[in-house]
């Protein structure tokens, strides 16, 4: 191993490699800070100057692009509400409202060195680890995915808060109908496309989360502009500073957040978007009652966490993708095309055939997240000023960002109706007190847990014996139900101890 | 908003880069045998399947100078639905679009507008042939061991597909056990929305064979991670010399070539036909070409126009009374 990082360093510490180890930063955060272009189209732009060059330059620029975008990513979620991609929804969940607090260079500051540590973290488990972690990558199975999915979605769907609790759950139902529009994975029947053709290849998260978050907190600042002025005067943009209490704070969920990032990222069929909302789920119950409740309204943990861990995520993914070639996600899938563009084979053999390709991607992470913390940080209160334009320059500017961003993708105009519509709907439900987060959360996840539930059942013979006959999956579902239940039987247990007080 | 200039820049800089390949490939042009400019349309995401056929076609094309210029474009949207539509809206001659077995199947389903039959057929380039595998520790042996065990128990034996049921990798199993006296229908088929997430799903042992292309699998095979049963050709693979075909190790008739290919709108002359067939022909003599047909594990099944059409027909025919079998029809 020690070879191998040696190898590592040689290849990395070339003055051409750091170059574009640094371009692959620069265009990462740049291209991820734009709403809805993330991390594969981010890689997308880049493939044509990656071709040029030898394969552990490009693949080195390449690994930047993909997690400098990530870390990017977050810009736009705590600024105007509008997470690019599904990564970085859970980070508008705190991110924004500390924003609209006047902390906006704070919360980018901690999205920063949240993503920064997320990475090192990964990058340093990747090296010890990577050749014997492919193990893990194929351990789970469809049953599993599934209870791990649902564990996802009950951890998040219960920091709603017991007050907006009916509210919360009927959204991520809402959420879970509108993932099943669309050619059903398994049979590959049209499902409620009311013979829309345009609905075919179902709706695409982008539109429904630059039409419900973004589009429609422009709207409803539009509609309560007569009561609330805003911006009154230079906005407050809040110091960058983190207070040492603050720091103490948001290390541990830090570390946890990316440790369980990285194992999600290993696994082909979750990756980056899960990981997020487990340590996001994860931190709000061991945040503890007072600090608990706070997620969601601008708490620093519930930001950091699932910052850290969707960059661990990213970096996992480099597990499966290099030491087994299996793509995990459509953007690995790009890397994975790249590389064999390069004629570097992916799987086990490739740190013996390819040392310099293996280990230089490796060792380049921990440049690469450095370079991106180095960039960022000094950025932050240039691009926090985008706070302090007129909101009669800024709303439209957000409102025709996001419309271009989407049709940008499509090239369809149809999806432009669509959105218009989801936004209207938005902005009601909103005005109502419906929270769109959960909304949002059963959409992506909604999908996922269909697929493989449905999948399992096809190789159980509709059998439901496999929830309780594989111990993984047993195990995960029983966190579940007891993250759904506890709530409940706390209260239950506290009022009977009340009583038998009396 | 700072991302305007930003956003100026990369436009900027991908003109600029425009301006330079066109600008430098600009003398050759001049020669009448090579064609100015085409462009290839792409009916889905970048990354896919099409995408990488079309832009290795891309890279082969301006590499060896046949064409001086290509561009490409994504259209990605209702399976493939709206760049179909698309291409015979603009009816845009120096348009191709790329596409694959799938527009035949989608033009048995009612639940599609447009058929194959509306396109012009250019020619098909590449081919990648079905296969079926195991993973290398699986006690099956080979294709008669494991159509042994599905007709005795076809509730025991899962084959895993990166296509939804009834897409061509559910056809391939289904078409191979019914040569071995299976009902097609007692297939058990695993679909997964890819072909790597299949793949995983095999080697996760929750499934026990997995059908795929040849392209797809020839990466894992090399490092010993799974052996291939069979493979659906017509006869051995050259660049595989040592895997049996599924008709000699029993399943007659069982052939299945996953082409790859380029439509255009109607309405282009026949010269002009001609010349995009001629400079398909052209290309596959280019070393430029070789490089990025085995890059990918890439067959060449150049059949242009009327031979192209015909392997439609047949596969049609082939293909419509599986799906009826199936009950997809």
């Given amino acids: 191993m020690l070879e191998g990082i040696l190898t590592g360093l040689d290849t990395v510490f070339t003055l051409q490699n750091i170059l574009f180890l640094m371009t692959g930063c620069f265009a990462g955060t740049f291209i991820g800070m734009l709403p809805g272009l993330g991390p594969m189209s981010a890689i997308a732009l880049m493939i044509p100057i990656a071709s040029t060059l030898e394969p552990s330059a490009g693949i080195i620029m390449m690994a930047a692009v993909y997690y400098g975008a990530i870390f990017g990513g977050s810009t736009s979620s705590i600024l105007i509400n509008a997470p690019g991609v599904a990564s970085t929804v859970a980070t508008s969940f705190d991110g924004y409202p500390l924003a609209q607090q006047g902390k906006a260079g704070k919360a980018l500051a901690i999205a920063a060195v949240a993503s920064f540590s997320g990475g090192l973290i990964a990058a340093l488990m990747l090296m010890v680890a990577a050749p014997f972690l492919a193990g893990i990558s194929l351990s789970f199975q469809s049953t599993d995915y599934f ?110 957040s990316s440790v369980l990032g990285f194992f999600i990222g290993l696994l082909p069929g979750a ?232 | 908003m700072t991302t ?152 025991q034996v899962a084959i895993a597909g990166g296509s939804v049921s009834g897409g061509t990798d559910h056809i391939v199993a289904a078409m191979i056990f019914r040569a071995f006296g299976a009902n097609p229908r007692d297939v058990k088929y695993i679909p997964y929305d890819a072909g790597g997430k299949a793949m995983a799903g095999l080697l996760s042992g929750e499934v026990q064979a997995l059908s795929s292309g040849y392209g797809e699998v020839v990466d894992l095979v090399s490092q010993s991670w799974v052996r291939i049963l069979c493979i659906a050709a017509q006869e051995r693979l050259s660049i595989a010399p040592d895997t049996p075909t599924c008709v000699e190790s029993g399943a007659k008739d069982a052939v299945f070539v996953n082409w790859r290919g380029y439509f255009a709108a109607p309405g282009l002359t026949h010269a002009q036909l001609s010349s995009y067939q001629h400079t398909l022909f052209e290309m596959q003599k280019t070393e430029a070409w070789n490089d990025v047909r085995d890059r990918y594990g890439w067959v060449d099944l150049y059949k242009p126009g009327e031979e192209f059409s015909n392997m439609l027909a047949q596969q049609e025919t082939k293909l419509r009374i599986l799906l009826k079998e199936l009950d997809f029809l």
């Fill in chain 1, 147 to 256: 209870a791990l999915i649902t564990l996802g979605l009950v951890c998040v769907a219960a920091f709603a808060g017991s007050s907006t609790m009916p509210k919360a759950l009927l959204m991520t139902v809402v959420g879970l109908m509108l993932s099943t529009v669309g050619t059903d994975q398994i049979q590959g029947v049209p499902r409620f496309t009311l013979g829309v053709i345009d609905l075919i290849d179902g709706i695409s998260f982008l539109l429904l989360v630059m039409a419900t978050f973004a589009l429609s907190e422009a709207l409803l600042q539009i509609l309560k502009k007569s009561d609330a002025k805003i911006n009154n005067g230079p906005a407050n943009l809040g110091s960058m500073k983190v207070s040492k209490q603050e720091a103490i704070d948001i290390a541990p969920p830090i570390i946890r």
């Fill in chain 2, 4 to 155: 305007t200039p930003l956003s100026h820049v990369l436009v900027f800089l991908m003109f600029a880069l425009l301006v330079l390949t066109t600008s430098a490939h600009g003398q050759s042009s001049d020669n009448p045998q090579i064609l100015k400019s085409l462009h290839l349309l792409i009916p889905g995401a970048a990354g896919g399947g099409w995408d990488r056929t079309a832009r290795g076609t891309g890279e082969a094309l301006t590499r060896s100078a046949l064409v001086a210029n290509v561009t490409f474009e994504n259209r990605s949207g209702g399976g493939g639905s709206k760049g179909i539509a698309y291409l015979l809206e603009r009816k845009n001659p120096r348009m191709l679009m790329v596409n694959s077995t799938p527009i035949v199947i989608r033009s048995l389903q009612p639940a599609f507008p447009q058929s194959y039959k509306d396109l012009i057929p250019v020619a098909s380039i590449i081919g990648d042939y079905s296969v079926l595998v195991v993973r290398t520790q699986s006690p099956v042996l080979d294709l008669k061991g494991l159509a042994a065990l599905l007709v005795a128990n076809p509730r």
């Fill in chain 1, 271 to 502: 990756g980056a978007t899960i990981a997020s909302f487990l340590s996001y789920g994860t931190e709000q119950q061991l945040a503890g009652k007072a600090k608990g409740k706070l997620f969601g309204h601008g708490s620093l943990r519930g930001l950091a966490a699932p910052e850290a861990a969707n960059n661990a995520a990213a970096t996992g993914s480099f597990v499966p993708l290099l030491a087994l070639g299996i793509p995990g996600s459509g953007t690995t899938a790009i890397l994975l095309g790249a590389l064999i563009a390069y004629g570097v084979q992916p799987g086990p053999l490739l740190y013996i055939n390819h040392p310099e390709v293996f280990w230089g991607v490796i060792i380049s992470m921990w440049l690469g997240n450095v370079v991106l913390l180095v960039i960022n940080l000094p950025l932050i209160p240039y691009i926090a000023r985008l706070l302090t334009i007129p909101s009669q320059f800024l709303l439209p500017l957000i409102l025709f960002f996001s419309l271009i961003g989407v049709y940008f993708i499509s090239f369809n105009s149809f999806d432009i109706q669509l959105m218009v519509l989801f936004a209207a709907s938005a902005v009601v439900l909103r005005l109502l007190a419906f929270p769109m987060a959960p909304m949002i959360l059963g959409f992506i996840l909604g999908g996922m847990i269909e697929e493989n539930l449905r999948r399992a059942l096809l190789i159980y013979d509709n059998n439901w014996s496999f929830l309780w006959e594989r111990p993984l999956t047993f195990s995960i579902l029983v966190i579940a139900a007891m993250v759904l239940l506890w709530p409940l039987l706390r209260t239950y247990l506290l009022k009977r101890a009340q009583e038998s007080a009396r």
